[in-house]
């Protein structure tokens, strides 16, 4: 399983990005999907998971502000974020679990910032 993460930029308070995480093949088998985040300085945090049924679940921090989505088609997980924070500022990360195992995708840059 190979992840590619897309997406990421620079955006202002308030503004809104959508981040992609593209599989390199189909993720009909992933029992589920996620995000973790890493900003400078700080530990690794989990952003959100959505299950191959369709389930979500979302940290505390950006409940409300994100959305999870997954395309069975193109084998893509996207995370629209919405009213983002400076705090939201990290190195975006997705992940797959395929019965046990984790698999992980290379970053992507969002910065907010004025």
């Known amino acids: 399983v190979q992840l590619q993460a897309s997406g990421g930029g620079l955006v202002q308070p308030g503004g809104f990005l959508r981040i992609s995480c593209a599989a390199s093949g189909s993720i009909l088998s992933f029992n589920a999907m996620g995000w973790y985040r890493q900003a400078p300085g700080k530990q690794r945090e989990f952003v959100g998971v959505?299950?191959?049924?369709?389930?979500?679940n979302y940290a505390d921090s950006v409940k409300g502000r994100f959305t999870l989505s997954r395309d069975n088609a193109v084998n893509a997980l996207y995370l629209q974020m919405n009213s983002l924070k400076p705090e939201d500022t990290a190195v975006y990360s997705c992940y797959a679990q395929v019965r046990s195992e984790f698999y992980w995708g290379q970053g992507t840059q969002v910065t907010v910032s004025s």
């Open positions: 959505i299950t191959k049924g369709g389930t979500t």
